[in-house]
């Protein structure tokens, strides 16, 4: 990832931020879409540099930050992307900064942002994977159902409409901490299962 583009977002007192961020990630992913490739994935990834996921006293404390930033190999995608344009009609609420080239002396690490999806209720998944498995019982699926979906539903989460159905729907992601740079596409929504952005 050779060039990155910051998106911040503005102090407005009279609007949620969370609901800034849902506009401004869904125009993001339309654009996005525009620019798929045959295969449906992008060659631009997203970064939520204040991401926040973490258990304090017995409570969750998750948030996507007010900043994302996109990543791409090349420049061209970026002035394909024209964020400013795209972005036209939330530019008193943003601060789109300019196309920079990654700071490579500055980068701390690498992250992959995944979407993770709630698959169902734990009960349903549980009687699933008890008929698949018979060493384990329905307790013992259920429990290890219940954790994981509990965990799920803590993670940070931009309220998004699906434009095929009219649904709203949460997309939940999750960060991991990697050790080197995985090159590789993501997804119209520049998340990805295994391509890093750098930090920094």
Partial sequence: MQFYQEINLKETPEISPYFILSKLYTQVHLALVEQQNLDKTVNIGVSFPQYIF??????????????IRLFSSNKESFL????????????????IKKIEIVPTASIKGY?????????????SLARRYTKRHSSISY??????????????????????????????????????????????????????????????
């Fill in 54 to 67: 973490k258990k304090e006293n017995s409570k969750c404390i998750s948030t996507l930050g007010k900043c």
């Fill in 139 to 200: 307790e013992e699926a259920l429990k290890l159902y219940s954790q994981n979906e509990k965990i799920s539903l803590k993670l940070p989460f931009i309220q998004m409409k699906s434009y095929s159905s009219n649904n709203m729907f949460k997309l939940f992601i999750e960060k991991k901490d990697v050790d080197s740079p995985q090159r590789g596409t993501f997804s119209t929504y520049g998340l990805s299962d295994s391509s890093t952005v750098p930090i920094f």
């Fill in 111 to 123: 992250n992959v942002f995944t979407r993770k999806q709630v698959k169902g209720s734990p009960e």
């Fill in 80 to 95: 394909k992307l024209n964020l400013r344009n795209t972005l036209s009609r939330l530019t008193d609420y943003l601060d």
